[in-house]
């Protein structure tokens, strides 16, 4: 196991590594530059960019951009004056994690239970909306779901207020946005496996062993069914705590997923770069950390392949 | 149309200007309160001397006071400075300050406007990007690429009340420059280039002003309170003002109709249809002008006559109706709301249009260039930059240009960095442009098309257009002045069309009812220094 994590962890490195180098030629090769703002005198200009060593020739600026990584410093930003990248990490990350864990929890624990109830009920009526309530909110784009919630419960019903995270009613439009795509997805997911599971050999033995029907759907069904939900569950943690933009734009969420884009259309290049590396690692972790429950909940599944 | 849209300015205007007397003695308006204001930009920092964009402005107007501003109607009004005194020879300008303090209670001085020059001149100031705005002061351009020392840039304070600066050459507009954040003033010994975030923290960001900041939050937006030592701070009434970021424009629409907060900038035209002054509408007429650019270095675009048919074929008023309410047509280069320095009217009011719209003559001209009916015209490329009002507004010229002149103008949208790198490249043929004014004055638009400009980037290289702006600099005389930047005007639009104007644009706000005694500046911006909130 401890070989299996090794390896895994020096293979994100040399992905990491792959995705910095791609990326920092990326943001060298578009044009335009961070000071490119309208009424700002050439001259100026000039002064500006040689002052942050970005008049160099690209390879030596990533020679230097290597060095302080080395060393763990993502660099400053040239747009929000004085704030180092890893601050701004610091600050923003635990907004997106927030949301996106909250999302996270709530789609897999109601996902899991819309599933199960979708395998096992004999109602054609509500196995079909549910269904169909599924179908609809993986079709949902977020953006749209989002500007439906702003509109409907926050601008005509006034129910929760649509600016920032003050309190916790300011968490419930944007959750619910971030929410309903992996809720159906599980949800989806869990059906499929659970009424596959449902019909096998095992299960028809625990019950002519008389285990009680609880015991049956939660202990013995659902860890078999959960295998792919806990496969899927790497990426989509992932996705979930890199942040929307358009969730957090909407919502005026000051995360991550704001500043990403953000960051692209400023020319922030630091920002662009450090955002790149932290949602890499978040990526290349959620992974490893699948794959290892995977393995704990079916011990059938071997790592070291 | 246009009609409607000039009488709404002019009723937001009128019950913007109100005077104080009359609103305050509103038996409904009280003493305190909090409001909430959004604000699209979080770009840059409050600094002054630093990255200082609308981010600073939106600040500034509530806590810092500078020497001298201006009202809507171009009165001058006397803020940190008492009075000013000019040199005989137009050099040296004097600024006797008046007593103030900081909201910390220290005085106002001399040293703390010096303090924001030096800064902002600093060669290791890596954020000062208005540093150019006083290059006009003796040692200032030397001292900032290095060359020059401290001790010869030629802003001093003489003692604590007055302020000497000394200019390279006469300024006439010197005074209107005074609305640039680097002639703000930063307390000296809290405010260094030492500590970049020196303006985030309310025990070094001191205001001068009618409220003083409270806390920052990146990201978020900052909350001011009322400052008690404020030498008008019996005529502030709030207690409190929140400024929220708030970049969405659907999110900011919501956010003010939830109520989350009162006031808001830049919202999308439809706006202007759904709401009344009543329920909150005003109207900021900004000082920004919209026109084509020709590259004068691309044949046929280096034909006058080309070009002038071009400008004529236009529908102005076609163009606004596709793109929206807050875009209005305008035939001048100096945005449309421009102050004359010599009258009370606007700049472009002081004299006949500039040009009018003619598609006949649009078709001589261009047959007299040798295009009849468009025959043998190449195709040109217009690039804009890639947003939703752009493009319709891309497409709108396509189509008028085909009909009227039959020439064929193939539309290229860029991403904003994309475009304004061609643009500074010269690397297009026909391209769109923008100017919103830095400072009220005809000449922050005109000196960008003089033959050494760094911002003229289209070549125009005219002995005619260099001289009419020398001999507006050199006079002090400002019906004289007022003269030369009409010339000039006409040797950029009428004459020659170097440039070719298309719109001017307004901001469209919502400020809620139940705030009063909202004033505005000669750049038409809401001002909320004095407001009061309703019961």
């Known amino acids: 196991m401890a070989k299996y994590i090794t390896k895994r962890l020096l293979m994100g490195l040399v992905s990491l590594f792959a995705l910095i180098t791609v990326t920092f030629f990326l943001t060298r090769l578009m044009p335009g530059n961070p000071f490119d703002i309208s009424n700002v005198n050439q001259a100026v200009q000039d002064r500006i960019m040689s002052y942050y060593g970005l008049d160099q020739p690209v390879h030596v600026q990533f020679g230097m951009y290597l060095k302080n990584l080395s060393h763990g410093d993502l660099g400053i930003s040239y747009k929000k004056v004085g704030t180092t990248v890893n601050q701004l990490i610091m600050q923003e990350a635990p907004y997106t994690i927030q949301i996106g864990m909250l999302a996270f929890i709530i789609a897999l624990i109601l996902g899991t239970i819309i599933g199960i109830a979708m395998a096992v009920t004999r109602k054609e009526g509500v196995r079909g909306s549910l269904m169909f309530l599924t179908v609809l909110g993986i079709s949902i784009p977020n953006y749209v779901l989002a500007l439906l919630l702003m509109l409907v419960c926050g601008v005509t019903l006034k129910w929760f207020p649509v600016v920032g995270l003050g309190s916790w009613k300011h968490y419930i439009l944007p959750v619910t946005a971030m929410t309903v795509y992996p809720l159906a997805q599980i949800s989806k997911l869990v059906k499929s496996s659970y009424s596959e599971a449902m019909h096998q050999d095992y299960v028809i033995m625990a019950r002519a062993k008389g285990i009680s029907k609880v015991r049956i759907s939660f202990v013995h069904i659902l860890k078999n069914a959960m295998i792919p939900v806990i496969t899927i569950s790497g990426p989509m943690v992932a996705f979930l705590l890199t942040g929307s933009f358009v969730v957090e734009n909407i919502f005026t969420i000051p995360g991550i997923g704001r500043e990403f884009v953000n960051s692209v259309s400023n020319r922030d290049y630091t920002v662009i770069m450090g955002l790149t590396i932290f949602l890499g690692i978040i990526l290349v972790l959620c992974n490893l950390i699948s794959d290892i429950i995977c393995a704990l909940v079916d011990p059938r599944i071997k790592l070291e392949k | ?535």
């Open chain 2, 1 to 535: 149309m246009k009609k409607r849209l000039i009488s709404i300015i002019t009723a937001a205007s009128m019950v913007c200007t109100m005077p104080a007397g009359t609103l305050a003695a509103d038996a409904e308006s009280t003493q305190g309160g909090e409001i909430t204001i959004a604000t699209v930009s979080s770009t840059g920092g409050l600094d002054p001397a630093g990255f200082a964009l609308d981010m600073w402005t939106e600040y500034a107007k509530l806590c810092t006071d500078g020497l001298v501003s201006y009202d809507s109607e171009g009165n001058l009004i006397y803020e940190s400075a008492e009075s000013v005194d000019t040199s005989d020879d137009g050099l040296v300008w004097t600024f006797h300050l008046r007593e103030n303090q900081w909201s910390d209670g220290s005085d106002v001085t001399a040293a703390d406007f010096v303090n924001t020059i030096d800064r902002a001149l600093d060669p290791n100031n890596g954020n000062a990007i208005y540093a150019n705005m006083l290059f006009n002061i003796s040692g200032a351009e030397e001292y900032n690429s290095g060359e020059g020392t401290l001790e010869a840039v030629k802003a001093v304070a003489v003692d604590d009340q007055t302020l000497e600066i000394t200019l390279d050459a006469p300024c006439s507009y010197f005074l209107k420059m005074m609305s640039m954040p680097v002639f703000y003033p930063s307390k000296e010994g809290a405010a260094t280039n030492e500590n970049e975030v020196w303006w985030q923290d309310p025990a070094t960001s001191l205001g001068n002003g009618a409220f003083t900041l409270e806390s920052y939050t990146d990201g978020v937006g900052y909350t001011v309170v009322k400052n008690p030592y404020y030498y008008q701070a019996d005529k502030v009434s709030l207690d409190k003002i929140n400024v929220q970021f708030i970049s969405d424009q659907t999110a900011l629409l919501s956010a003010y109709q939830t109520g989350e907060v009162d006031v808001v900038t830049g919202l999308p035209d439809y706006v202007k249809d759904q709401y009344t002054e009543e329920d909150g509408l005003f109207i900021w007429t900004m000082l920004t002008s919209k026109f084509m650019l020709p590259n004068l270095s691309v044949a046929p675009l280096d034909n006058e006559q080309v070009r002038e048919a071009i400008a004529l074929a236009l529908s102005r008023q076609q163009i606004c109706d596709v793109i929206g309410s807050d875009y209005i047509p305008s035939v001048n280069y100096v945005a449309e709301y421009m102050l004359s320095n010599s009258s009370d009217q606007y700049f472009k009011d002081e004299q006949d249009p500039l040009f009018e719209e003619n598609a006949e003559k649009a078709q001589e001209l261009l047959a007299e260039a040798g295009y009849p009916n468009g025959d043998g015209f190449p195709t040109l490329t217009y690039k804009y930059p890639n947003s939703e009002k752009d493009s319709l507004m891309a497409q709108a010229i396509q189509a008028q240009l085909k009909s009227v002149l039959n020439i064929n103008i193939e539309l290229v949208g860029e991403e904003d960095e994309v475009y304004a790198q061609d643009k500074k490249d010269g690397n297009y043929e026909l391209i769109r442009h923008s100017w919103t004014a830095d400072y009220n004055d005809p000449i922050n638009f005109l000196n960008l098309y003089t033959s050494d400009s760094t911002s003229n980037y289209n070549g125009v290289a005219d002995a005619a257009f260099d001289e009419a702006i020398a001999n507006s600099n050199a006079t002090d005389d400002q019906a004289e002045r007022n003269q030369y930047l009409h010339e000039a005007q006409n040797i950029l639009v009428s004459e020659n069309f170097y440039v070719i104007p298309v719109v001017t644009q307004v901001y469209i706000c919502l400020i809620n009812p139940s705030i009063s005694n909202v004033t505005t500046n000669d750049k038409g911006e809401p001002m909320y220094r004095f407001a009061t909130l309703a019961q």
